[in-house]
């Protein structure tokens, strides 16, 4: 039986995201943690984490998550008043114990994956129905 590798994005440094990050990693998640810009901008556009956890309380997640694009979720550390939120985004604010952390992760995941495979058939369905009107034969059944 293979395991399920959950490959998490952190942006940024702190003490909160630090012990958040490690935490994580000792329950057996893939943590890479960024604090450059332009190297997370780049991880988040290759699209190869199912979740990104950011520190809340900093401008720099929102602005990233909205030039990344996508559907991928977001758990952010923290509160920050007036910092939009992204709609894929959740929030903790308080302090959180590190079963509480990966149960919000596996839930955000599990989401995040249920809406990308909704979203692939969808694609499916549409590249199928583009491809009979442009005259493509159907293959045999």
Known sequence: MTRDV?????LGRGET???AASGLTALGYAVAQVNDRKRALRLLKDGDFD???ADGESKDFAEL???AGGARPWLLLGRAEGIATPKNAVRLAAPVAADALA???QALVAEGRKAAAKTAGQKSV???ASARA???SRPPT
Request: a neutral charge; aromatic letters at 0%.
């Open 17 to 19: 995201l630090d012990r």
């Open 103 to 105: 149960e919000q992760v």
């Open 6 to 10: 959950v490959r998490i994005l952190a």
């Open 126 to 128: 549409g590249q199928k």
């Open 51 to 53: 979740l990104v956890l």
């Open 65 to 67: 998550a909205a030039e």
């Open 134 to 136: 442009a005259g493509a």
